[in-house]
């Protein structure tokens, strides 16, 4: 009887450790495919990164591109805009050419002409003269002549720009022998300008009146 309790006893203890066993043999085995999916997931994810760093990067560069493109064709359409308008300037965009308001004696007016955009007068001082100014003067359109050289100093008197910076697309008669008219600009072309100017008998060549005109103009 005793012998027989002490082999069920055994046999009990026997069973108990095979399930012991397979448990932890069970667990082990889960633990292991728990560890492999998970570094598999980590594998794959970090394989991945660079392929969204190289996405991220080209659409990055692709932008900047299409962004250098747009502003290539604003640029572009700006330019194109500006030299279909043509060159038209006003008065407070010529910035040597802006007159001091509670300056003595100026004027700024419309004109009917439609070439015209603004027209500025005021009582200019004449310029120095070398020449006799005693009468039975007209003017010598002669270039390097004193003459001459009297009359684009009143020119440039009129609209306010140096020697060095400034073009005359042209001289000609005013409407008597003692007028004359020009067209100038700036060296930049920022504007086209047409001064009015006379001799006067005991004072030499001065300006009469400044136009700003809308386009340039040649002759008349």
């Known amino acids: 009887m005793s012998e027989k309790h002490t082999s069920n006893s055994r046999s009990s203890r026997n069973e108990k450790k095979r399930r012991s066993f397979k448990w932890v043999t069970w ?25 969204k760093a190289k996405s991220t990067e080209a659409s990055l560069i692709e932008k900047a591109k299409q962004d250098k493109e747009q502003s290539s064709k604003s640029k572009d359409d700006s330019k194109q805009k500006e030299e279909s308008e043509g060159t038209q300037v006003s008065l407070e965009g010529f ?41 039975n003067h007209s003017i010598t359109y002669q270039e ?56 006067v008998d005991g004072q030499g060549y001065k300006p009469t009146k400044l136009e700003v005109l809308k386009e340039k103009e040649i002759n008349r």
């Open 95 to 135: 910035e040597e050419l802006k007159p001091i308001e509670d300056e003595e004696g100026l004027k700024v007016e419309e004109s009917e002409d439609p070439n015209v955009e603004r027209v500025v007068t005021k009582d200019w001082s004449s310029v120095p003269t070398e020449q006799d100014t005693g009468g």
């Open 27 to 51: 667990l082990s085995g889960v633990g292991v495919l728990v560890v492999a999916v998970f570094i598999s997931v980590m594998v794959f994810s970090t394989n991945d990164e660079p392929g």
């Open 144 to 199: 390097g002549s004193q003459d001459y050289e009297e009359l684009k100093q009143a020119i440039r008197k009129g609209v306010g720009l140096a020697e060095d910076d400034i073009i005359y697309w042209w001289i000609g008669n005013g409407g008597g022998p003692n007028k004359a008219v020009a067209t100038v600009s700036d060296k930049s072309e920022t504007g086209y300008l047409r001064v009015s100017v006379e001799w």
